[in-house]
């Protein structure tokens, strides 16, 4: 365990230090790392936050108050339910951060299943189990202040936020798709030249368009971007002659649980169901 | 740069194929980073070339509305691709371009491979970016460092139109050196002394009589190949005529409003600026990015969004393209290059949508199949515009001042307006602030914030007053500044109140909430030179009348009678003895002289639409009711596209506008 707060060189007492806590639900830590990756920035950030909770980067623990608390991992358990009820009381700033916490991540598939039919598929005594029938983001339960997208959030959109909380502004996360920053950087259109299925012109841009640019389409994992054409874009499939199972498939990922993803999904099961494989496969 | 007519035969050469190298060897020993075609990621893409091998030699290109494919040719043809998903403004109007360090930024390139349409595209983008009244200074630097070689189009895509919209396929103008392949090598002319110094060094033979007639067949055929697609006569004209049409609300279903046709649209120049700073605000830069008008926030502001569904942008686009571009820059916006069919992830195609929106009179529907001459696309300048906002912008003055630096200037004292509204003195000896007239506004920066504008709200020898309503994160910020603060701003801007047009008549001037602060400086001129003018009268409308301007100052005038002031709120409590009701309430024929009158209105549009209505009734004519409109600003001048509204740049043209100028462009949704 690296203890980053205590690395941090003494302060002038006159600045005060936002009281910065970590914490994490249902969801793989990968989100919370990203502020370790902040390399180049991560003296800077210590010196002007203080880092009081963050389990992945100090043994020392505090249970707030905070003046801002980044949360990862989506809410999954009723334990968890009734936590982030007492984690929100205790901050004045909640950022939620990754595609869990925003959108209820990849777990959230068994929102559109069978809970229990999951359970006793998976373990010899559901009974021991305690799960809630749905995995949500956790603005289902609390006032959520910021959202940081991403399955992992972006290293830069994690900076700009704490730059936005050091400054007192309001962060500037754009909400347009990803094929502006696609295009920006120079990559060529997998959907156009190579025919692949691409989420991105659906999807909120934040991650740099790192699938198109090496190669593969966009699935989506910051989720949907503002006035998202799901439906469109489904239509779209269809009519090239791509079966509804796997256009579901393709908006049945890591933010299946957001609008209009969940609804596209609900609609090819919808589809899939009444008229079977066979005509998907005779196409 | 540009060649009026083709060189003398004794000037045409020949280059053999062999000796290509020699010309890409030529044009780097000129000092310039050649950029030219090259295939990467199953696309011949625009970049950086060395030497013929770097060249798609042995590759063709095929697409069609959402594909674009690569295969492999029995030749060693290098051009033969027509365009794919690049365009040069990649290096004429980079995606991204730091606003510190723009102006040095040339290096010295050479183009190799433009396209007619792609020339087109760039005499398009001069006409934007440096055919004034602003310059962007940056594109100025880059735009020169290039030479052009052309490449005459051997074959075309699916997707081209160029015939139609007048550009290509023939090289004409606007060329340094241009080239059409032939089998064996490629036949030269040099269109400007630059690129004679450059051919010269070659050391070419001429071009005989049959490699001559060879690259003249391949034209001709090339021509025959695209046909007309797109019957453009009038087109201008149909488009703006066709903002009400159910189309645009289809092809919102289909649209993804990704943006990309925009991107890869060779003359689209919509840009935003970003700033970013350090965990403390300092070292704050900024960078200017390609935008598009298809992202939501691209006509946002505070409190609302003036295209906040699909088919208002892609209606925007596309009538802006084919329509208004000509009102603002003189010719079409669009080159026939057909980037935005290939590259459009579903496919929609533009030639379509252009035919079911604007559909040509039935005689001209003849021409779709024939492979008759292009048309000219200049429309009829009589039918180029909605003939219902006919009148050409009025004779009232325009910015003289086009400013491209921030002043910076210190806040000398604050006032708080209302709950959410505080008015800042600012201390400038800056002449051009000083000279701003009424209805001018400034753009205001501070760092790490969006750069808002704000109307002046009075003009005094020592400087300006600012009053801002916290209504996005930079006004909130704005409000909160304290005496001492520092802050940049960039003005005046715009077309102001055209305070002439009021002389010896009756002037009612209707407004509510902060909309009486951009006409304060208008009162003031009157009250200035109070004898030119005949009776004023001040309509004033506020949510509640703690929501009022200026409260003090108002009373002080009524009192004084030298003009009239009669104010209304939306709703009150017991304390309030005025009345209750909607401002244009305070206006009715004895308000006043009808046809000698001149209004002045602010306010939200709806408010402005409401008022506008009563003015009429009450018989003043829409050239002397003058409105100011609020958009999307970020350069102020013209240049990043953001505040357009059909035919003007409100930044620019306006803020201020008769209703005779608008026509109906004050009551089209989402326009």
Known sequence: MVDVAARSPARPAAVHRPRVGVVKFASCDGCQLTLLDLEDELLAVTERFEIVEFAEATSNRSSGPFDVLFVEGSISTPEQAEEIVHLREASTLLVTIGACATAGGIQALRNLGDHDAFRAAVYPHPEYVSSLATSLPVSEYVKVDAELRGCPIDPGQLLEVLTALATGRRPQLPNEAVCLECKRRGAVCVVVAKGLPCLGPVTRTGCGALCPAFGRGCYGCFGPRESANAAGLASHYLRAGDRAEEVGRRFAGFTVNQEPFRSVVVAMDRLHGAHGTREGDAR | ?671
């Open chain 2, 1 to 671: 740069m540009i060649a009026a007519a083709p060189p003398p035969v004794s000037e045409v050469r020949f280059l053999p194929r062999a000796d290509l190298d020699r010309l890409i060897d030529a044009l780097a020993d000129d000092g310039r980073t050649v950029i030219g075609p090259t295939v990467a990621d199953g696309a011949i893409v625009l970049d950086e070339v060395r030497s013929v091998a770097d060249l798609p030699v042995g590759w063709a290109a095929e697409s069609k509305p959402g594909g674009y494919r690569l295969s492999r040719r029995s030749d060693a043809r290098a051009f033969d691709h027509a365009v794919g998903p690049t365009s040069w403004k990649r290096w004429t109007f980079p995606p991204r371009a730091p606003m510190a360090s723009r102006v040095e930024a040339a290096q010295s390139l050479a183009f190799l491979g433009v396209r007619a349409c792609e020339i087109a595209a760039l005499l398009t983008q001069d006409r934007v970016l440096q055919g004034g009244p602003a310059v962007d200074a940056d594109y100025r630097v880059r735009r020169a460092s290039a030479l052009v070689v052309a490449v005459e189009c051997a074959t075309a895509l699916e997707t081209c139109f160029c015939t139609s919209m007048g550009t290509g396929p023939e090289v004409t103008s606007g060329y340094d050196i241009a080239l059409t392949e032939l089998d064996d090598g490629f036949v030269v002319r040099a269109g400007s002394p630059a690129g004679e110094a450059i051919v010269g060094r070659l050391d070419l033979p001429q071009a005989n009589v049959g490699q001559r007639v060879a690259a003249a067949d391949t034209l001709r055929r090339t021509r025959e190949r695209i046909g007309n697609p797109v019957p453009t006569e009038g087109l201008a004209a149909r488009i703006v005529a066709a903002a009400e049409s159910p189309r645009w609300a289809e092809i919102a279903e289909r649209c993804l409003a990704c943006a990309n046709c925009t991107l890869v649209c060779p003359t689209c120049f919509c840009t935003s600026v970003g700033t970013k700073s350090d965990l403390d605000g300092g070292n704050a830069t900024s960078e200017r990015t390609w935008d598009s008008c298809f992202t939501f926030d691209f006509a946002r502001v505070a409190g609302g969004n003036f295209r906040p569904r699909t088919r208002d942008r892609y209606r925007q686009w596309l009538t802006h393209k084919f329509g208004t571009w000509w009102d603002h820059f003189g010719s079409s916006g669009c080159v026939g290059c057909g980037r935005c069919i290939a590259w459009c992830p579903v496919g929609i195609d533009i030639r379509a949508e252009l035919m079911a929106v604007a559909p040509p009179p039935l005689s001209e529907t003849v021409l779709v199949a024939s492979v008759a001459p292009a048309p000219s696309t200049a429309p009829d300048p009589s039918t180029a515009l909605d003939p219902s906002a006919a009148p050409a912008p009025s004779a009232f003055p325009a910015s003289e001042t086009l400013p491209e630096r921030y002043v910076d200037v210190v806040v000398t004292s604050t006032r708080r307006e209302t709950a959410d509204t505080v008015s800042l003195r600012l201390a400038t000896d800056d002449p051009a602030l000083l000279a701003c007239r009424p209805g001018q506004f400034v753009m205001v920066a501070r760092p790490a914030f969006a750069t808002p504008p704000i109307s002046v709200s009075r003009v005094h020898q020592d400087g300006l007053t600012l009053t801002i309503r916290a209504a996005g994160p930079a006004t909130t910020a704005l409000t909160r500044l304290e005496r001492g603060a520092v802050m940049s701003v960039r003005g005046p801007l715009g077309r102001g109140w055209p305070v002439e047009a009021a002389v010896g008549r009756d002037v009612v001037v209707v407004t509510g909430g902060i909309g009486l602060a951009p006409l304060r400086p208008l009162l003031d001129a009157f009250l200035a030179e109070r004898e030119r003018f005949g009776r004023i009268r001040l309509a004033y409308g506020a949510r509640t009348p703690a929501d009022r301007l200026f409260v003090d100052e108002l009373d002080a005038l009524a009192r004084d009678g030298r003009i009239e002031v009669e104010s209304t709120v939306d709703r009150a409590g017991q304390e309030w003895l005025g009345r209750v009701g909607v401002v244009t309430q305070l206006i009715d024929a004895d308000a006043c002289s009808g046809r000698e009158s001149v209004a002045f209105v602010c306010g939200p549009e709806r408010m402005m639409a409401a008022t506008a209505d009563v003015l009429a009734e009450c018989g003043i004519p829409p050239e002397r009711v003058f409105v100011t409109l609020e958009r999307h600003m970020e350069c102020g001048v013209g240049l990043c596209g953001h505040c357009q509204l059909g035919r003007f740049f409100v930044c620019r043209d306006g803020p201020v506008f008769s209703l005779a100028e608008l026509g109906p462009a004050l009551r089209v949704e989402g326009l």
